[in-house]
T-cell receptor, first 118, second 114 residues
Framework: GAVVSQHPSWVICKSGTSVKIECRSL??????MFWYRQFPKQSLMLMAT?????????EQGVEKDKFLINHASLTLSTLTVTSAHPEDSSFYIC??????????????FGSGTRLTVV | AQSVTQLDSHVSVSEGTPVLLRCNYS??????LFWYVQHPNKGLQLLLK??????LVKGINGFEAEFKKSETSFHLTKPSAHMSDAAEYFC????????????FGQGTELSVKP
């Protein structure tokens, strides 16, 4: 089945530094990637939608200069948390839409990244 | 407005007894509906999906769900709970006019007692 590999699975960084999270589609081409944020005991909140080769579309309230998304190829999308602060500590998950021609096979999720900013 | 509501934030059952996790959606459009399971600090795993084919959908690990348009519901059931079923469950919906965006329910935490 379609697999999205997300790295790192966890990261601890100092306040003010930047952290990059990668999501790779291993056996399919991900033209659309979604980035979510999840706080403890809460649901997933969509941060942005990225399409290969174009600028990401951010949800209301998400700072695009803080959460940089790059989707330069059909198999790789990255989320960079710039100048991280403790309030950015969260669980970040990517998801890709799996399509084949005109058919939509659904969505597959990465395993998530636990970010802790100290 | 389009939305999805999981009616229970927490459900507790005994091992071997049935599981019912409730989900309702609100929209005038035809939805695609999914149930995902999430174990602690893990990503989401698809249990099953409804995309306008059969209304009774069978998924992995013995789970199934029935799409009832008249009730705008998509409840998840399993005849007999196993300890390994303890996890967070999300009902998720998308609509053709949403550009592929998923709308997540609030989640239901399932506890299974021995």
């Amino acid at each position: 089945g379609a697999v999205v590999s997300q790295h790192p699975s966890w990261v601890i960084c100092k306040s003010g530094t930047s952290v990059k999270i990668e999501c790779r589609s291993l056996d399919f081409q991900a033209t659309t990637m979604f980035w979510y944020r999840q706080f403890p005991k809460q649901s997933l909140m969509l941060m942005a939608t990225s399409n290969e080769g174009s600028k990401a579309t951010y949800e209301q309230g998400v700072e695009k200069d803080k959460f940089l998304i790059n989707h330069a190829s059909l198999t790789l999308s990255t989320l960079t948390v710039t100048s991280a602060h403790p309030e950015d500590s969260s669980f970040y998950i990517c998801s890709a839409k799996v399509t084949g021609g005109q058919k939509n096979y659904g969505y597959t999720f990465g395993s998530g990244t636990r970010l802790t900013v100290v | 407005a389009q939305s999805v509501t999981q009616l229970d934030s927490h459900v507790s059952v005994s091992e071997g007894t049935p599981v019912l996790l409730r989900c309702n959606y609100s929209s005038s459009y035809s939805p695609s509906l999914f149930w995902y399971v999430q174990h602690p600090n893990k990503g989401l795993q698809l249990l099953l999906k409804y995309t306008s084919a059969a209304t009774l959908v069978k998924g992995i690990n013995g789970f199934e769900a029935e799409f009832k348009k008249s009730e705008t519901s998509f409840h998840l059931t399993k005849p007999s709970a196993h300890m390994s079923d303890a996890a967070e469950y999300f009902c998720v919906v998308t609509f053709y006019n949403q550009g592929g965006k998923l709308i997540f329910g609030q989640g239901t935490e399932l506890s299974v007692k021995p």
